[in-house]
């Protein structure tokens, strides 16, 4: 991967967690129980879910050994953990050679376009169930549709995405990364 990449990447990154930041200020107590567009979360299983994702994407980053212990997630803890992978993955670095995810050991290059999508996917997933405005920039939409484009159908047979949903070829980018993963880009609960 050039520099050009690494950079696209870690703007992405950055792009990504600071509108899951602005989406996460606004999730209140009583959205906690609300049904996503990702069906087997509610929203407080969500933020569950992202902050345990980002714990294992910044130790990743720091090659720290994975954890098998991950703090009950909160949409302050959240807001947290995404500062903290956000600064993580700002240093290039990070990008070299191999990093341990989980149960997998893999390029790193790979955990930051997983973690990407994450965000991304997962982010827009918070944003719906709440009502709370969720966008992405066209470039930063471009990254998140090849990520998820390359994880699809291993994800899907995972069961973290469900069958494509069809979008308008000349839909922004982002919006088909959502229907590749299984979303409908007009979901309303």
């Known amino acids: 991967m ?13 792009e990504c967690a600071d509108a899951v930041t602005a989406t996460v200020a ?11 567009p990702c069906a087997k979360f509610t929203v407080a299983d969500l933020v569950d879910h992202l902050n345990s994702t980002l714990l294992t994407a910044e130790r990743a980053a720091r090659r720290q050994a994975p954890s098998d212990h991950a703090p ?13 992978t956000a600064d993580v993955w700002s240093d290039a670095a990070v990008y070299e050679g191999t ?26 997933d918070l944003a719906r169930a709440t009502g709370l405005p969720f966008s992405l920039g066209e470039d930063t ?13 291993q994800v899907r047979g995972n069961g973290g ?17 959502l229907g590749v993963s299984g979303r409908d880009p007009e979901w309303n609960g």
Not at 2 to 14: E, H, K
Not at 26 to 36: A, C, D, F, K
Not at 111 to 119: C, F, G, M, W
Not at 141 to 153: F, H, K, P, Y
């Open 99 to 124: 990093a341990q995810f989980g149960e997998w050991e893999m390029p790193a290059v790979v955990v930051a376009s997983i973690t990407l999508q994450e965000l991304a996917v997962h982010g827009w």
């Open 26 to 36: 606004g999730v209140r107590e009583e959205l906690l129980r609300e049904p996503t």
């Open 141 to 153: 939409g471009r990254l998140v549709l090849d990520a998820v484009e390359q994880i699809a159908e």
């Open 161 to 177: 995405y469900g069958p494509p949903v069809a979008v308008p070829a000349d839909a922004p980018a982002f919006q088909r990364a």
């Open 2 to 14: 050039n520099t050009t990449q690494y950079d696209a990447l870690r703007s992405g990154i950055r």
């Open 72 to 84: 009950a997630g909160s949409p302050s803890a959240l807001v947290d953990a995404l500062g903290r």
